[in-house]
């Protein structure tokens, strides 16, 4: 089928630019995928989505791509949104749901955005794709290109963990380490674009990952029968799952496919150590600065200089949430501390809207009865230089003090 996309529009002056041919940022700030909602409000209904196979492309008037069929997947499936007691309990929460974007092909939610990028790059002529990455985007770009056909670059900083690096490399990129951060690789993307031939697919210098990323708040709204709970915590480095979610509830609301008239209240939740987003929320200011020293260990939030700020911080204050950071040296404890509470792989991204989270109860600022969905990105097992532990040691079978270690576990 053909898309329903009338255009792209500005995302900070609603310039207008057209949809059928290669397009980055207008005046160096992202853009809009604009849709036909009267027109796909008359062509279907969210009775005909139920009917559809269990994958984000069952939203497909609501997406870029023209040739769905013909679409570089992977089996993108519908990620399960799981209810949590027990950590609730710890929190204080009655209803507290965690979205498990882990399930999702090479372990995050990044395959969410990067299918549609490499769709619609294709599909307007890309041959050769590259990316600035301190995590899981270059495993999922080069996933997707090598599903395509296509080449991928992937600059990474040197300190990316291992996993990250491998992964990327194993799919069959050309993965180059960078001394500096992911802001130094997304300027040596900029500058080898001429040079190289290739087209930036970075965290909104082009307009399609958004649209991938929306299919997170689109799957919520039907699984909780298109209702939408009273707020929502997101890991925020770019921030294009939470500017997309905002844009699909906002669409969802036009189309008239949403019962009740609220919103969520939408949570940034960024660590100590790299928190422009939150900085530039508690100053009131509606764009960011880089912070001095950047670091964190969930390395999916430490972006400086997130080039959609403006576009977080918009959906923030319209929803009525807000824009918070973790403490840094309580996110390895509280990946772990989730992953034994639920036995869901928590990322350390998501340690940080856990510990957001309990603070936000404590205040009062989230109630213990409010129906409250957090987001993990990625999988736990993706970081290992954050989540290794010295495991103790047993002797050969017949020599180990079972009485002692049944004193020391408190085993019943």
């Known amino acids: 089928m053909a898309s329903f996309v009338t255009g792209l529009e500005s995302a ?9 041919r290669l397009q980055t940022v207008h005046e160096g700030r992202p853009l809009w995928v604009r849709y036909d909602l009267d027109a796909i409000r008359a062509a279907v209904a969210p009775a005909d989505v139920a009917r ?36 609730g309990e710890q929190l204080g929460l009655a209803r507290l749901w965690i979205k498990d974007e882990s399930r999702l092909p090479t372990g995050s939610f990044k395959a969410r955005g990067l299918v549609m990028a490499v769709a619609r790059a294709r599909e307007l002529g890309a041959r050769r794709l590259a990316i600035p990455t301190a995590g899981n985007a270059g495993g999922a770009l ?3 290109a090598a599903r395509a056909g296509l080449e991928a670059w992937v600059l990474m900083p040197a300190d990316t963990p291992v996993v990250n690096r491998v992964e990327a490399a194993a799919l069959g990129a050309r993965v180059f380490l960078v001394d500096g951060l992911i802001s130094d690789c997304g300027r040596l993307v900029r500058e080898g674009a001429g040079a190289m031939g290739w087209f930036d697919v970075s965290t909104l210098k082009e307009p399609y990952r958004i649209e991938g990323k929306k299919t997170m708040g ?10 939408l709970p009273d707020v929502i915590l997101y890991p925020t480095g770019g921030g294009t799952g939470l500017i997309g979610m905002w844009k699909a509830f906002a669409e969802l609301r036009e ?15 960024q660590s100590e150590g790299c ?5 530039a929320f508690e100053a009131g200011a509606r764009f960011s600065e880089p912070p001095a020293d950047p670091h964190t260990v969930a390395s999916g939030l430490r972006v400086p200089t997130p080039l959609g700020d403006f576009m977080i911080l918009d959906a923030v204050r319209a929803s009525g949430g807000r824009a918070c950071a973790a403490r840094e040296d309580r996110l390895t404890a509280w990946t772990r501390r989730a992953c034994a509470a639920e036995g869901i792989s928590v990322c350390p991204e998501t340690a940080a809207c856990l510990d957001v989270l309990e603070r936000l109860v404590e205040e009062g600022a989230v109630g213990r009865d409010e ?23 047993l002797p050969r079978a017949g020599a180990v003090d079972w009485e002692a270690l049944r004193a020391a576990y408190g085993a019943p």
């Open 371 to 393: 129906r409250v969905v957090v987001f993990n990105t990625g999988a736990m097992q993706k970081y290992v230089e954050a989540v290794d532990v010295e495991l103790p040691r």
């Open 142 to 144: 080069a996933a997707y």
């Open 52 to 87: 559809r196979a269990p994958t984000l492309w069952r939203y497909a008037e609501l997406l870029p791509v023209e040739d769905v069929a013909a679409a570089p997947t992977l089996g993108e499936t519908t990620t399960p949104l799981l209810p949590c007691p027990r950590l």
């Open 12 to 20: 900070l002056d609603g310039t207008r630019l057209p949809h059928d």
């Open 255 to 269: 189309l008239g496919w949403l019962r009740g008239e609220g919103l969520p209240r939408m949570v940034a939740c």
């Open 218 to 227: 689109l799957e919520l709204a039907e699984q909780l029968g298109w209702e």
């Open 275 to 279: 928190a422009p987003v939150v900085d």
